[in-house]
């Protein structure tokens, strides 16, 4: 398929709108607030704003590369980059790595959804022990999280069928603002909260005795997380760029974008968890166990009002997730599109059945089924240590190893300057970073995820 056949989105916004949602996601809404309340508040966003400086952006700029010169699935783009060298295995990874976060992430973005119909309904209502027994209860139900598993694929499926103008790039152009809108309303109502200021100084003013390596580390893990690098989704949209846009101006504005929400998620949840005297380092559970309790303390006087911030909250966060796994299921359904020449409606079709599977499993898994148990680790929680731990520090490795030090120099000056028609002021940098700073950073985060250091 040459470029001139092959889709490509139809305007400036709609690029970064639709890389913004590939990288928008759980990442950011769920992950990032409690990474930041678990390793000190504003000194984490302060490394992980210099995180994703240094190394978010020339990654970025380097899966642009890749996809955009390709112009093809991400295997075959690392091929077509590589001159047929044999690093196409590095593109193979990155398809591997997006299909089977897809079959686990569908089950989150699930959950997501539950908790949007439990806040409509009441569900929620009740003291802590109650709030955190509801998780339990659902999370281990045999059929509940299955069925919102399979809602959110099938409206993934019907998003992706429609290809990338009529689909992802309307999709993403109206759940961005959306998302936006949500984000805005949710925090203006949690710094307004009686206590809510100490939660927006926790997250605005450094505490630098808090600074030590295990922060820095997990502020380089969470930039990677949180921009989805590796996972072939930025790749695969860059093969929809088209000649004309501009790679570095959108790589830094989807990284502002992705930032951005990151931090008004911290605005949104930080004030409300201070304002009721809920521990900023709740962890993982702060969305899901922790945050429907925070939501009903803080607004006891305004019952309806605390359901419907409640209802705003997780309605956003299943938009986070949608945008998230749209542009994952792309990453296969291009791959099988293109490389089995199968039709976008089979190949997106196979996706969605074999991760309703996958899903199916990772959830039964974590209702304690012993079958689906293995070395201590429920099947969920192998899909995610082995994509999230091994998988993508390995993939984002190997691209910069590939970008830094067997791409031509010449190539990739090319693609940074569009022909030679932009200046290309800080190559460079980004030669510097993608060849030096980059690489060791991410073994780095590698090692550490092992334990070794």
Known sequence: ????????????????????????????????PYMTGENGGAVFIILYLACVLFLGIPCMIGEFIIGRRGASNTFRAYDKVSGGSGWKFVGLLSV???FLITGYYCVVSGWCVQYVYGSVVGELSGDAAYVEQYFSDFSSSPWRPV????????????????????????????????????????????????GGSKGISFLFYPDFSKLNSDVFLGALGQAFYSLSLAMGCVCTFASYFSRETHLTKSAAQVCVVDCLVAILAGLMIFPAAFS????????????????????QQAF??????????????YALLTLAALTSLISLHEVSTAFLHEELNWSRGKGAAFVTGACIVIGTFC???????????????????????ITGQIF??????LTCIFLGWFVPRSLLRDEYTNGGTLRGTYFGVFFFLVRYVCPLSILLIFLNQLGVI
């Open 1 to 32: 398929m040459s470029q001139k056949e092959r889709a490509n989105f139809g305007s400036k916004i709609g690029v970064v709108l639709a890389t913004a949602g590939s990288a928008v996601g759980l990442g950011n809404v769920w992950r990032f």
């Open 96 to 98: 591997i790595t997006g």
């Open 147 to 194: 069925v919102w598993t399979v809602v959110v694929l099938l409206i993934t499926h019907f998003v992706i069928v429609r290809g990338v103008r009529d689909g992802i790039e309307k999709a993403s152009k109206l759940l961005m603002p959306l998302l936006f809108i949500l984000l805005l309303v949710i925090v203006v109502a949690s710094c307004l909260l009686p």
């Open 276 to 295: 009721v005297g809920i521990s900023p380092d709740s962890g993982a559970s702060l969305v899901f166990i922790t945050l429907p309790n925070v939501f």
């Open 300 to 313: 006891a006087d305004l019952p309806v009002l605390g359901r419907v911030i409640s209802f705003g909250f």
């Open 363 to 385: 959830s039964l898994s974590l209702g304690g089924s012993g079958s689906l148990t293995f070395l201590g680790r429920s099947l969920f929680d192998w899909f995610d240590f």
């Open 392 to 397: 993508l520090p390995v993939g984002g490795f």
